[in-house]
């Protein structure tokens, strides 16, 4: 591979000459290969081929999904050397972290097909019909979900693998049955090209339609803004930046069709820390709490952002406890250039307020890379109150520490900030009761309330909420991590009075597929 | 009660004089209660109570939400000779559907008290801990569903009770404990009045708060948008024409935080007719259909208002046997001016196109009430896709015949449509294998596929599936009839390493409640 293609339906395209090619981290250098915006009637042909694509897929069963979920997983493992050391010199993630996401990306792929192969996802449910009912007999009907249609993946910067071309997003859209076109990030495009390249060999191998799979370059907004607007496109998953999410949301507000926009867009990740906490384990948590923080160099969805605590002379100790463990830590490279960048304005903008100290860290750091000091900062609850823009995230290796005069104050700032990721509490077990008004706040704000632990480390599980209210995310009803990811991308049919014969199989009368369905009111997989 | 107030949280208020009155359709005699377009001030006041009292109810039990839905239930039937007397002057509906529909709105209401006590709709998913899992435990994770927020309900003008302030959306938005504030439909003021009181005594016995519940009263889009837009307000409930849902949906995406608009907007319900069933059973089909298409003067949002057959003397035939039998019957009364005014206008546009003809009615009928004749349109395949406006809906006892060339022409019509909330296919057994694509094609284009039945009449059962893709609705994932309705109210929180006395009942390790759970991958109710 030495050019920057679109991948589109299995054919490569690049109609205009290279713009941007991807730049590593560490060195600031430039790559070879060189990458272009989409055009117009590229975004068309990966659209029109994905509509194409769906008029095929939207009837395979689940098995034959699972089995090609388990191709590219199988496919990314073949070629995951090459995967880690390109993203490597991509993003300055490093091998062990990208090894382990990595491994994430293949075991998500590979849980949504056990979910297909369990079968119950498609929600059946069957009210028969009374055929003696007066005045009217009552009308057989049964439910189940469907595919929804192409879906427009757009691939983040802070994770290659697991939120980008195979991601979640991607994976839950092809566990529906969607086909998915995908914008790269241009963070990280020449990683994109290796996953398209193993996913294109999947299709093969599995006999899947070529459009179920496309692959977009581009930088800044007019690739992305098109695409959502296309009319083959049906639905939007997103990661990223709270203007890039609203930017989409808008576009496909404005379609003819309008067409909902599952769009993460981060959060501060209010952490509480109870006074008896501090007193009984501060230290064993200040460390636990600056590993969560400079985690991934900070560039998490879930990163402790605002930490609150009533202010006492331990929470003074804590604060120096945590800038001694910061400061301690050498800097990570950051991303790219606009992360640097965007963390430089949020951070001046957040220093400039009244009563912001700079405890310590604050500045780009002295390095060839792309590179912030590790930083923290400090206020008192009347100034983080007084001043909205306080709540800002900072995406980057950087928390805020509040200092609240009370407990009121403290459940002041709780109520003032607007929708999150994540709200964690530390308390003590005999703390518990008197927390419980804590706890039923941060449920109101949160997609994911954490008792004595951190937020990073999104375990990928079933039961898995990564969302929450706005402005964290667009859709607060969904997640885009864990199984029930995949509602994003189906849409419930009811069938009236229809014939055994043509009737899915998951509705058939003697349950063929042996899936869980609720019968006349009784959740029950019974066959024949 | 002789003042058309509105009624914020138990309370009564009127700050501006009366500007309209209920009119009887049958004769256009004005009520002498007058009404009045809520203030901002009275709307704020209604959104802030509902805020407040969602503080409280958001935490109530399944159990509780399902004995006031029952106690509302039973407190319509006790109020319910006065609500039909007076529906009936509001909307000329007639005792017999008035009476069956009031059966249907405490049904609903039973039907998600009977949701609540099973309880399994919160949808528990578990995954435990794993403490020795290498590189780091795995956390304990555990999701449930809890309600949204404050909802805007949007009463329509056909379902006085189904689908206006005990209707369906206002029924599911409790069940998931969400406070309702309900925009009443001008064109039966009164009917809200007594469905507001009834709901007032049910609040207090209930021990509710009364913020649980407002009615605002208004004309026009003013109320509605200031409605959705109010920052109390988490999602909005909708039922009536394109143009005031997509007021709404605009209303809504132009908030700092945009919140969700579920509008069920109407449908023209294609209905195809196979040259086999005309030949075989011709008459008895046309007996059928002519009663759906009747059936409450034609204003249902399921009214098959798009026939297609191929042409054919058998075609002819029938369309000859349809006209018969609509012009046989005596035009019923519409619901009000504005319906009779849209009917004349969308029959104007589909009548000044080229090759529709008018084979009977078409022009308000010479009545005092709000009437017009019961009508059939014809035209062919060809002229059908050449002027898109064809597929406009008529929202009255209305349907258009299009007959075309061939099997293709066929194909090519449905495939034109937009999304519908039905379409119905009307076959002879043996044909089912050859109807494949159809079907295929149709599940694509609406919310509910029939097979040798009618759209109307839509049966409220758990399996129900009331939407469709856009223009239908604005949601398609979403259901407005049948108990999934509940979930546009709920939205997930995962809850990690939380102690078992800070879950809610549902996720707590004995599993109290004894509810369905996906626990480590499999649905289980096992307690303890």
């Known amino acids: 591979m030495t050019h920057g293609e679109h991948w589109i339906a299995g054919k490569l395209s690049q109609q205009v000459?290279?713009?941007?090619?991807?730049?590593?981290?560490?060195?600031?250098?430039?790559?070879?290969?060189?990458?272009?915006?989409?055009?117009?009637?590229?975004?068309?042909?990966?659209?029109?081929?994905?509509?194409?694509?769906?008029?095929?897929?939207?009837?395979?069963?689940?098995a034959r999904l699972a089995d090609f979920l388990d191709a590219v997983a199988a496919k990314i493992?073949?070629?995951?050397?090459?995967?880690?050391?390109?993203?490597?010199?991509?993003?300055?993630?490093?091998e062990a972290r990208l090894t382990g996401e990595l491994g994430r990306t293949t075991g998500q792929l590979r849980a949504f097909a056990g979910l297909l192969r369990e079968g119950s996802y498609v929600g059946a449910i069957?009210?028969?019909?009374?055929?003696?009912?007066?005045?009217?007999?009552?009308?057989?009907?049964?439910?189940?979900?469907?595919?929804?249609?192409?879906?427009?993946?757009?691939?983040?910067?802070?994770?290659?693998?697991?939120?980008?071309?195979?991601?979640?997003?991607?994976?839950?859209?092809?566990?529906?049955?969607?086909?998915?076109?995908?914008?790269?990030?241009?963070?990280?495009?020449?990683?994109a090209q290796l996953f398209a390249q193993a996913v294109t060999e999947a299709l093969s191998d599995s006999g899947f339609p070529a459009g179920f799979f496309s692959l977009l370059h581009g930088t800044g907004y007019e690739v992305g803004t098109r695409l959502v607007q296309h009319e083959a496109i049906s639905t939007v998953g997103f990661t990223g930046s709270f203007g890039g999410g609203m930017a989409l949301y808008k576009a496909a507000a404005q379609r003819h069709q309008p067409i909902p926009v599952y769009a993460e867009m981060g959060s501060v990740n209010p952490t509480i820390i109870t006074q008896k906490t501090l007193e009984t384990r501060g230290e064993a948590l200040a460390e636990g709490l600056v590993n969560s923080v400079l985690l991934g160099a900070g560039q998490f969805c879930t990163n402790p952002g605002l930490v609150l605590m009533q202010d006492s002379a331990e929470a003074r100790s804590f604060v120096h406890m945590i800038a001694e463990k910061v400061s301690a830590r050498t800097p990570q490279v950051l991303l790219n250039a606009q992360i640097l960048a965007g963390l430089e304005k949020s951070i001046a903008l957040t220093t400039g307020a009244s009563a912001v100290t700079v405890v310590t860290g604050g500045q780009p750091a002295n390095e060839p890379g792309y590179c912030f000091q590790n930083t923290v900062l400090q206020t008192n609850g009347r100034d983080f109150l007084a001043q909205p823009g306080l709540a800002r995230e900072h995406f980057g290796p950087v928390t805020l520490l509040v200092l609240c005069s009370d407990r009121d104050e403290w459940m002041h700032v709780?109520?003032?900030?607007?929708?999150?990721?994540?709200?964690?509490?530390?308390?003590?077990?005999?703390?518990?009761?008197?927390?419980?008004?804590?706890?039923?706040?941060?449920?109101?704000?949160?997609?994911?309330?954490?008792?004595?632990?951190?937020?990073?480390?999104?375990?990928?599980?079933?039961?898995?909420?990564?969302g929450?209210?706005?402005?964290?995310?667009?859709?607060?009803?969904?997640?885009?991590?864990?199984?029930?990811?995949v509602a994003r991308f189906l849409r419930p049919v009811a069938y009236q009075n229809m014939p055994d014969a043509l009737l899915p199989d998951a509705l058939k009368m003697n349950n063929p597929l042996g899936i869980w369905r609720i019968v006349n009111g009784e959740l029950t997989r019974a066959t024949g």
Not at 469 to 484: E, I, R
């Open 126 to 191: 069957i009210d028969s019909a009374l055929p003696d009912r007066k005045p009217a007999p009552r009308q057989d009907i049964r439910r189940m979900l469907h595919p929804i249609g192409p879906v427009a993946v757009f691939a983040a910067s802070n994770f290659p693998f697991a939120f980008s071309v195979c991601g979640g997003d991607t994976a839950s859209a092809w566990a529906a049955g969607c086909p998915v076109v995908v914008k790269a990030h241009p963070g990280h495009p020449e990683t």
């Open 468 to 485: 929450g209210p706005f402005p964290a995310t667009t859709a607060p009803a969904t997640t885009s991590v864990g199984l029930t990811a």
């Open 77 to 94: 493992e073949s070629h995951k050397d090459d995967m880690i050391a390109t993203a490597d010199r991509e993003t300055a993630l490093g």
């Open 414 to 466: 709780l109520a003032a900030l607007e929708g999150q990721l994540t709200a964690s509490v530390h308390g003590e077990p005999d703390e518990a009761v008197e927390l419980v008004d804590v706890l039923g706040l941060l449920r109101e704000k949160a997609g994911r309330v954490i008792w004595n632990g951190f937020p990073t480390g999104v375990e990928v599980v079933y039961a898995q909420q990564h």
């Open 17 to 62: 000459p290279a713009t941007f090619y991807s730049v590593n981290p560490r060195t600031r250098e430039q790559g070879s290969i060189g990458f272009s915006d989409a055009t117009g009637a590229e975004i068309d042909r990966a659209c029109a081929a994905a509509r194409e694509a769906f008029a095929v897929t939207r009837t395979y069963s689940a």
